[in-house]
């Protein structure tokens, strides 16, 4: 039995598994690729001219730029080497994403990029903006009646829901959001309050994003956003790795060939891990390495990629059940436009359990008082798993959190404390 079909042996039994990517090309593989470092730029430049409006929605952004902190988490560090018994050379940073502002995720990113942008380029066909105006402008009545008129929908398992509904329903748009069976109720119930359509499905988040899209065919004043397949969302999540290279200048931190950069990045359809990837290889090239982080019965874009079958496949072709408390990464088939990508970007990808999830989840509320939902904290597993040295930065990226109802989050604490107690 060879490596790769030991892994998927592994994979199908459930058990937890690292796999390293052996088709990764170096960073000379970026200049073939249909999307470039100018992309990445242009998206930032627009953020920057929807500032003032975001400001002015949302004035808890403060300057209308929807960023997280850096936070080095030397107690959890100790945590995770006591509790998996490795040192992890270097230093251990948590991208907080977990606390974006607006939809307290990292699909603020992406999905208020992609929103923004449609805006923008409805605006200006109408010729209402301009590239030079205050973006301020678009929060007038005017504009709100003027967006009423168009549709927005989305498939979502929860969190790119918020973020879509959060941006769409501030700006006017009628928007619509598909949520699979995972989606947790109280983000059901957040979309309502916002102003959102909010339609159930019984099944899971493919199926989602198909009724959504074929909704949106119907209308031809409806938009959809495909978190299967959207280069725009893409686009808004690789501008992360922009921000993050002010924050690592701002701590002092430089990333050479002796200072290696290690990120672990939580994955369900791919978009957000892979915007972020595609970003941070842009800029730090062949010295950063980047692995994706999946449940053990969701795990999708490793075997899109393990077998070669990218998004025609999905988990229950291999009888994985596709069921996992980590909402935002209970997906079935990963993205077509990401496999492409991370076919040749990405180092690795390892799966993880959801007994750990929650152990890790109670590990960082006691020693760092950061509060994430289980999914966030599926990339501290990661610096437990590689080889480094002490000159390494390892960055955990902490993907959802910040809305988690207080009564659902303190269970899920207690869960935690209960499964490293036996």
């Not at 549709?151 to 748009?173: C, E, P, Q, R």
């Not at 065919?217 to 725009?232: C, G, H, Q, T, V």
């Not at 915007?275 to 795990?299: M, Q, R, W």
């Not at 436009?337 to 359990?353: N, R």
Request: glycine fraction near 8%.
């Amino acid at each position: 039995m060879n490596y790769e079909e030991r892994i998927l042996e592994e994979i199908i039994s459930l058990q937890p598994v690292f796999w390293e990517n052996k088709k990764k090309k170096d960073s000379n593989v970026l200049k073939e690729m249909e999307l470039s470092y100018e992309d990445i730029i242009d998206a930032e430049k627009r953020l920057r001219r929807f500032a003032p409006l975001i400001k002015k929605l949302f004035p808890e952004t403060e300057d209308g730029i929807i960023e997280s902190p850096l936070i080095e988490i030397c107690d959890m560090k100790d945590e995770l080497e006591e509790l998996y018994n490795k040192d992890i050379n270097g230093r251990l940073f948590l991208k907080c994403d977990s606390h974006l502002k607006v939809a307290g995720s990292i699909k603020a990113r992406g999905g208020i990029y992609e929103v923004l942008k449609h805006a923008e380029n409805l605006a200006i066909k109408e010729n209402l903006l301009s590239l030079d105006d205050d973006y301020s402008k678009l929060s007038d009545e005017k504009f709100k009646k003027f967006f009423s008129n168009y549709k927005i929908a989305v498939g979502s398992t929860g969190n790119l829901g918020l973020s879509i509904g959060i941006i769409s329903a501030a700006l006017g748009f009628k928007v619509t959001v598909h949520m699979s069976r995972d989606a947790k109720e109280w983000k059901k119930n957040l979309l309502r309050q916002k102003g959102a359509v909010v339609i159930e499905h019984s099944e899971d988040y493919s199926k989602a994003v198909e009724k959504g899209r074929e909704e949106c065919l119907k209308d031809d004043r409806a938009y959809f956003i495909d978190d299967e397949n959207s280069k725009d969302l893409f686009l808004g999540y690789s501008v992360a790795a922009l921000r993050l290279f002010n924050q690592l200048k701002k701590e002092g931190i430089t990333i050479d060939e002796k200072h290696k950069l290690y990120v672990y990045l939580p994955c369900g359809v791919g978009g957000a891990p892979g915007g972020i990837t595609f970003g941070l290889k842009h800029i730090f090239k062949d010295n950063v390495h980047c692995y994706f982080a999946e449940p053990t019965h969701s795990p999708c874009m490793l075997l899109g990629l393990l077998t070669g079958r990218h998004s025609s496949i999905h988990v229950k072709d291999y009888g994985i059940d596709n069921i996992t408390e980590a909402d935002g990464l209970a997906v079935g088939s990963p993205s077509k436009l990401v496999c492409k990508i991370a076919d040749k970007l990405i180092d690795g990808i390892y799966t993880i359990d959801d007994d750990e999830l929650f152990k890790l989840l109670f590990l960082i509320n006691q020693s760092e008082k950061i509060k994430v939902e289980p999914s966030a904290v599926a990339g501290l597993l990661g610096p437990t798993m590689v080889n480094s040295d002490e000159n390494s930065i390892h960055i955990a990226w902490a993907t959802g959190g910040l809305f988690v109802p207080e009564n659902l989050y303190n269970n899920m604490v207690y869960k935690g404390k209960e499964l490293l107690n036996k």
